[in-house]
């Protein structure tokens, strides 16, 4: 099974119903779906791109945007999706990395993309370009535009094939590329369908962006069950009292996003206003959900069932939790973030890779059929994201590597694991994880920028605050409002610094590295 054939299937299935709707009311039906993906897929294998190719997909969130994921995997290729609303230099760093075949974007990004393609030593990169996403307007004109080209068949890899590559902040201070296969991805959904009994009548959220790794679930567990898929435009997304009436007209039954988009809907969308029981499930990931916020919604929506999804981008849910039917109105902790998923196995390690007791302390480890082969291009640092020692509850397990998730945890009774904190400097904002050392790396590009050093703070509306501490080269502050401005030409929205600080220096450790843990006594 691929993931194009989950389209397939449902345009056999269900050919009349609607696959996905935008925001505006432009909707798909699965037939037309199935033959607008058709006709990309055409025009990719016309342009040369073949099975274990990679697709680039730089296009605003639509109807459009779908058709381009499945048109790319009906050639055998894997798509590699970028943020639209990120600096064009990145996604041409993006595409270049990975040295895509094609990439298909949007004329107002266009002629960023080739400036920074060509800087990237890329500028001989074809590009499919449409006028504008949306209601898939745009990709039927853009194909109309040109000779129909030769129909070919879809290829359905095997199960290791490359699927998509979704790039995560790096350590280094570049983007780094996390690869997963068809048998990633399909693992993964299968599991959601076995989980969450998804019905063709359901009509899911589509809030992440497609870069995000939100986005797998969103994307395929409807359309394989022929079920509706509504699109969250990016403002709408943003804004409590529109998204609470999105949700109320387009019936969502299955909300997925990130706590702190629940937090703002909560607090500011104002949601005594609307009728939102045909909500059946409430899915959240990517972070921690601040208890006063869950309970408040809980109290707000108590008909769903409610669902804490853990997982990196390598190994996407890895373990799940579902809520009670009631909180305990005394409970001030976070709730755990489950059992591992039936199609994968967990262990807690110590630093020396030994698996530690119940109640101890250590690092979640993670296999099994969703994880990671590794990063594009990196590979001594994806040796170092796996653990090879002999651990596990099987003699095969034992063999097989572990995907080290960083992420501190202890294992309760009837394995149930509690979240305890992050082994290194990566954290999650508002969902995405952010490697604190790229912002470190962006801020030192400035002219101006002596020192910098970057800390998360606990916050009690957001999750956390990213503080950057700064000592400038001439010892005066600079404009908060520029600084800004540096780091978005060079890091997306969620990657900027919410708070700076400036120092005439940083304080430094003995062995003259900066003291970090003195930054976190500031606070």
């Keep these: 099974m691929t993931l194009q054939h989950y389209l ?3 345009v056999e299935r269900f050919p009349e119903r609607t696959a996905v709707r935008e925001a ?84 107002r990004f266009e002629e960023g993309l080739r400036k920074h393609l060509a800087a990237e030593g890329a500028g001989d990169t074809p590009l499919l370009v449409i006028g504008e996403a949306g209601g898939g307007a745009g990709l039927h004109a853009a194909l ?7 129909r070919v068949a879809t290829i359905h890899t095997d ?27 399909t693992s993964f959904v299968d599991w959601c369908s076995e989980t969450f009994a998804p019905v063709p009548e359901d009509v899911f959220s589509s809030h992440a962006p497609f870069h995000f790794d939100l986005s797998i679930l969103d994307i395929y567990t409807p359309l394989k ?30 909300w997925y996003s990130t706590p702190s988009i629940l937090s703002l809907l909560v607090q500011y969308g104002k949601l005594e206003d609307f009728d939102l029981s045909h909500i059946r499930t409430i899915l959240f990931a990517g972070e921690v959900f601040p208890i006063v916020h869950l309970k408040a919604l809980h109290a707000r929506l108590p008909h769903p069932r409610y669902f804490n999804l853990y997982g990196p981008t390598e190994t996407n849910v890895c373990t799940f939790y579902e809520l009670p039917s009631t909180i305990p109105v005394e409970r001030a902790d976070p709730f755990p973030i489950g059992v591992v ?30 994880v990671t082969p590794g990063y594009w291009n990196l590979p001594e640092q994806a040796a170092k994201a796996y653990l090879t020692t002999g651990v596990g509850k099987s003699a095969a397990a034992s063999s097989e590597r572990w995907y080290k998730t960083g992420d501190v945890v202890t294992e309760e009774p009837g394995g149930v694991y509690v979240y305890a904190g992050r082994k290194d400097r990566m954290v ?8 604190l050392g790229e912002i470190e790396s962006c801020l030192y590009r400035h002219p101006n920028v002596r020192e910098a050093a970057v800390v998360a703070i606990p916050d ?56 970090y843990q003195t930054l976190l006594k500031m606070e």
Excluded: W
């Design 225 to 254: 069950h022929g079920a509706t898929l509504a699109l969250v435009p990016e403002d709408v997304g943003k804004d409590p009292q529109k998204l609470a009436r999105l949700i109320r007209d387009a019936r969502i039954t299955v």
């Design 460 to 515: 009690d509306e957001l999750g956390l605050k990213v503080r950057a501490h700064v000592a400038t080269r001439d010892g005066a502050r600079i404009s908060v409002i520029a600084l800004k401005g540096f780091c978005a030409q060079h890091l997306p929205v969620y990657m900027i610094p919410d708070v700076f600080s400036f120092h005439p220096e940083l304080p430094k450790t003995s062995t003259e590295k900066t003291d």
């Design 341 to 370: 998923c039936s199609h994968l196995e967990a262990v807690v390690v110590d630093e020396e890779g030994n698996e530690v007791g119940k109640g101890e302390r250590g690092e979640l480890c993670i296999r099994g059929a969703s």
């Design 8 to 10: 397939d299937e449902s």
């Design 24 to 107: 505006d009311g432009a909707s798909v039906t699965y037939g037309e779906l199935g033959a607008l993906s058709d006709r990309l897929r055409d025009r990719l294998a016309s342009m040369g791109v073949s099975p274990g190719d990679r697709v680039g997909i730089y296009l605003r969130k639509s109807i459009d945007a779908v058709a381009a994921i499945f048109g790319v995997l009906k050639t055998g290729a894997a798509y590699v999706p970028v943020d639209p609303s990120a600096p064009p230099s990145r996604n041409g760093y993006i595409f270049a990395n990975c040295s895509v075949k094609v990439a298909i974007t949007e004329k």
């Design 159 to 185: 199960a290791d094939a490359l699927a998509y590559i979704l790039y995560t902040s790096g350590s280094t201070g570049k983007p780094k590329g996390v690869m997963l296969t068809q048998r990633n991805a």
């Design 428 to 435: 999650k904002k508002r969902g995405y994880r952010v490697e």
């Design 144 to 150: 109309d535009a040109v000779a129909a080209a030769p």
